[in-house]
Structure formats: structure tokens, C-alpha cells
């Protein structure tokens, strides 16, 4: 199954041919969720963007030696999700068995120096997106009297940081609906689970520092913290561990007989959400500015930039 294959447990080699949609499958957990899932014999949908992606994609997994179809699909635009799901229900007979909700933007950036428009794309992404897309697909749920959705949201949606306010937003946004869903469609058959990753290594650290880089170069109140975040982020990747207990998490919630309704990943996320409850707010608040690039005692500024920081 190559470099993304991992154990395909026995229960998963009697999943019969079981369809699965994945949004955002071009890279990080997304790719590793389809070829895992498309390796295990499910009927994988992967979405990428554009065809040159899709492309790519199924290379990808031709060289993994696992079959899976590509979808075209942008979360943010609501006539693509229409196509994207009809496409996936024509080929299937009405909707994919299950829906992985895993397309996902970074955004940082203090909440004073976002404008509208980054704030708007970023939740038609990470939150309207990932709605639309259970809706879409949830009356076909319905009708089989079964179905799956896993949303992958991020300890971001449980813990806030500053300059992440809107990425944080965003991702409790997802755990809300996440919580609404599973009450509402549960009854109907359509199990729901959220999954929380702390931070580990993909292709959106790239992305988040690139959108820094262009916040710098503005007047700021926030150009120290700007620029610690950013040289953190470009060099997180050799740091942060690797997407594969996400991935690991996201095929369990789907495989699993009774999924949990929360899977918290990541020693990093378990450690976060008990100080969370423990540490009085002034000092946490503290230890955060730190970590994201207020001055302070050499030994806090270690300790913050260390433990602290969001990724
Ligand atoms: N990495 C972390 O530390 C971390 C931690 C917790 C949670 N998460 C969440 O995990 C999920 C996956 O992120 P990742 O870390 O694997 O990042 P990633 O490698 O950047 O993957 C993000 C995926 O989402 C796709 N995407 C972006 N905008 C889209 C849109 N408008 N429509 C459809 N697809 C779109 C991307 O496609 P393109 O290639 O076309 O851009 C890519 O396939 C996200 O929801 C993220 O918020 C990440």
C-alpha cells in the first residue's frame, strides 16, 4: 500500500465495497485518509480542486497500487458541491455511504488585521463548506437508513491562541454543527464524529506562513508576533509529528461498529485541553503571548515557545 498504506485490520477486509467520499484528498491527512480507505477495498471518492490535481492524485495512488475515483469539488462553491455530490450519487446509486469533511484552510493573523474577505473564504471553507456537503449528502443517508460523517476539526476549535482567533472560530464553528448534526441525524441511522488533532505536519503550515508573510509587510501592532509565528511555522515541519494518527483516527471513527463521537488525537492535544481546564486564564493568556512573540524572561519565552505554541 506504499508510504500511506498502514495495517488493514481484519474488520476493514470485510467492509464490502462500502463508498466514502473524502473532501480536500490532494494532500496531509486528506490523501492519506483516501489511500488508506481505498487500500482497505472501500469505494473512495477523492475531491481535489482541478483536474491537474486530480491528476496528480490518482497518480498518486496508481503508484500506491490502490484504485480510487477523483472528484472535482471546491467546499466554497456551492454549484460545485451540487456537481460534486451528484456525480458521487449517480455513481453510487444515491450518496456515498459515508462523508469525511476534511477540507481545510489555515488563517492567521491578529483578529484586528483580517479583512472580511479572508475572514469569509476561510469559513465558507472550514465551516459552510463542511455543512453544505453534510447536507448534501444526508437525504441519500436517510433513505439507506445508515450513514457515516467525520468532521476533521482541530484542538484549535477546543483551545484559542492570539493571531489565531478566526482559524479557532472556525473550527468551533465545525465542532458546533458537528454536535447539532449527530443529534439530528442520529435517529436517521447517520452516525456523526469529529475528529481533534493537535497540530502534526502537512502542507498547511506552508500555508499559513506564506498568508503571514503578506501580513507583515502591513503596518501592525502585531509585527513581533507575526514574525515569530512565521519562522515557527516554516520550520515546524522537521518539529511537529506526522499526520498518521490523524489519518489512523478519521478510518477507526469509520470503521468502528460504534464510532466514538470525539476522537482527541495527539499526546500534544490531550496534554492542551487538561491544562486548558487547570491553568487560571491570566497565566495561560500569558504563556500564550509568549509563544506566539511577546518578550519575556529568556527561561518563559523557552518554556511558552516550547509547549505552548499552536503548531
Ligand atoms: N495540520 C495540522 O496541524 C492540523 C491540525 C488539526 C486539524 N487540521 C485540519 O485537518 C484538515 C486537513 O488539513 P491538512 O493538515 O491535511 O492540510 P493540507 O495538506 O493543506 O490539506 C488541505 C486539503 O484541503 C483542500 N482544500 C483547501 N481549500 C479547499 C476548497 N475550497 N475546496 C476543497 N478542498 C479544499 C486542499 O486542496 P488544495 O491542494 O487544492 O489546496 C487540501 O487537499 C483541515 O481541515 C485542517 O484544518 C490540521
Redesign the pocket.
Known sequence: MGAHGGRVSLLWRCVVRRSVLV?????????GVALRLAGAGFDVFA????EP?AEKLRAVAAECAVGLRTVL?????ADSCRRACAEVAEATDGGPWALVN?????LVGAVEDLEDAAVRQLL???VV?AARMARLVLPGMRERGEGRIVN?????GRITAPGMGWYCAG?AALGALNDALRMEAGPGGVRVAVV??????????G?AADGLAALTGRQTLFGDMYRVAEAALRESGTR?PS?EP?VSAVCRALVARRPRHRYVVGRQAKAGLLADALVPVRVKDHFKRVAMGAPAHPLVEYAARRWCTP?
Open positions: 473532501t480536500g484528498a490532494t494532500s496531509g491527512v486528506g490523501l475531491t481535489a480542486r482541478d490535481k469539488l471546491d467546499v466554497a462553491d476534511n477540507a481545510g484552510v489555515p465558507e471553507v472550514n463548506g476533521v476539526s482541530s484542538l484549535a473550527k481533534e488533532a493537535g497540530a502534526y505536519a502537512s502542507a498547511i503550515q500555508r511537529l499526520a490523524v503548531w
